[in-house]
Each structure stands twice: as structure tokens, then as C-alpha cells.
């Protein structure tokens, strides 16, 4: 079956970066995107960016410029969301998320991990 | 950006109640409308794709319609486990942009 296991929770300081990995399982996984998508508590989630596992293309919101990178490790299936110059109001809960489509894409999020809290303060 | 605007933000409604969300997009993205249900602690899970296509295992009693700018989203007979907040998310650009949610409540 498809899974998504995300790594821990992370508290960080503000001004700090934080990895979160993202390994999938049980699916071909260079035929489909996976996308980030963060959750502040009580919000609306908001996407910030996705990358093709088959070529490594990624897309990044324009909402958090140079702030967030996504790459890959395709021989551990693992994709990873890096953010950095982190700050109070990025804590929030950050999914990885499956593209519903295989090798073309449909931005509809099929999978998606368990999620990772990060916490940011002083 | 696309703005996509959800409607009532909650609702109570009784067992077996029809219940009803609407979904407005600040432009047209034909049918590239999809709908979450999201319980507390958990991810969102996927209940129906491109405005009315419904994603395996889902029940028959959610029904998603619209599209252009308007879009509805209901559950045709309210369960107890449908407590849960449901969004829309546009999938027709980039950035990917969701609704405000509408959480659902037994009465």
C-alpha cells in the first residue's frame, strides 16, 4: 500500500533552518510529484511547492521566496522540504502529499504523510 | 493568485440531514475543483477529484458538482463520522490555493 512516513517533530529557533523528509513507499516512485503543503493551527492549508521524483523539476510558491528548497534521494525514495531564516509564524504543521496522477500532473493530492509539526521560538 | 472562497466556515446539521458547502473561485478553472475532509490531528484525505469524480473507497453519499467560478460539495445523508473539516482546493494553477474550510458538526 502507499505510504508517506515523515521524519519528527523539530522545535527550532527563530533564524534557524529546518530538513523534513518525506520516504514513500509501496508505489513507483518516480512517476508521480510530491508536494509540500504547511498548516498553521486552526488554517487553511497553504502549498509551497512540489518536484517531479522522476527528473528532480521542482515549482516553489512565490509566498516564500528563497526560503523553502525541495530535493530528492531517489535511491531512498525520500524527498526532502528544507526552510530556512525560520520565524514564530512558520510554526505549523508541513505534509508531503502524493500528486494523484502518474508521469503527467494533476495538482490532486492523493497521499499524504502524517505530517510534521515544527515549532519555532525563542 | 487564484483565490477560492468556501462557504458557511461551520455548520451544524443532524444525522441523516442533507448538508452543503460551497466552493467560489475568483476565476474560471473549468472543473479543476477537489474536495477534503480533514479530522482533527490527521492529515487531509482526498473525496473527490476535478469537481465530481469520486476517489476509490469513498462513499457515494458525498457528491461534488460546479464549474467555472462556482462549485458545491454535499453529503447527501450526514453520518457521525463525517464530523470533520472539509475544504476546496483549486488544482488549476500555481500556487495551489485552498479554501477556508467548513467544519461540519452533529446537532
Known amino acids: 500500500q502507499v505510504q508517506l512516513v515523515q521524519s519528527g517533530a523539530e522545535l527550532k529557533k527563530p533564524g534557524a533552518s529546518v530538513r523534513i523528509s518525506c520516504k514513500a513507499s509501496?508505489?513507483?516512485?518516480?512517476?508521480?510529484?510530491i508536494h509540500w503543503v504547511r498548516q498553521a493551527p486552526g488554517q487553511r492549508p497553504e502549498w509551497l511547492g512540489w518536484?517531479?521524483?522522476?527528473?528532480?523539476?521542482?515549482k516553489y510558491s512565490q509566498n516564500m521566496p528563497g526560503r523553502v528548497t525541495i530535493d530528492l534521494d531517489s535511491g531512498a525514495s525520500t524527498v526532502y522540504l528544507d526552510l530556512s531564516s525560520l520565524r514564530s509564524e512558520d510554526t505549523a504543521m508541513f505534509f508531503c502529499?502524493?500528486?494523484?496522477?502518474?508521469?503527467?500532473?494533476?495538482?490532486?493530492?492523493?497521499?499524504w504523510g502524517q505530517g510534521t509539526l515544527v515549532a519555532v521560538s525563542s | 493568485d487564484i483565490q477560492v472562497t468556501q462557504a458557511p466556515s461551520s455548520l451544524s446539521a443532524s444525522v441523516g440531514d442533507r448538508v452543503t458547502v460551497t466552493c467560489q473561485a475568483s476565476?474560471?478553472?473549468?472543473?479543476?475543483l477537489n474536495w477534503y475532509q480533514q479530522k482533527p490531528g490527521k492529515p487531509p484525505k482526498l473525496l473527490i477529484y476535478?469537481?465530481?469524480t469520486l476517489e476509490a473507497g469513498v462513499p457515494s453519499r458525498f457528491i461534488g458538482s460546479g464549474s467555472g467560478t462556482d462549485f458545491t460539495f454535499t453529503i447527501t445523508s450526514l453520518q457521525p463520522e463525517d464530523v470533520a473539516t472539509y475544504f476546496c482546493?483549486?488544482?488549476?494553477?500555481?500556487?495551489?490555493?485552498f479554501g477556508g474550510g467548513t467544519k461540519v458538526e452533529i446537532k
Open positions: 476565476q474560471d478553472i473549468s472543473n479543476y
Open positions: 476535478t469537481a465530481s
Open positions: 518536484i517531479d521524483a522522476g527528473d528532480g523539476e521542482t
Open positions: 502529499a502524493r500528486d494523484r496522477a502518474s508521469k503527467w500532473k494533476s495538482f490532486s493530492l492523493d497521499y
Open positions: 482546493q483549486q488544482c488549476d494553477d500555481l500556487p495551489l490555493t
Open positions: 509501496g508505489y513507483t516512485f518516480a512517476s508521480h510529484l
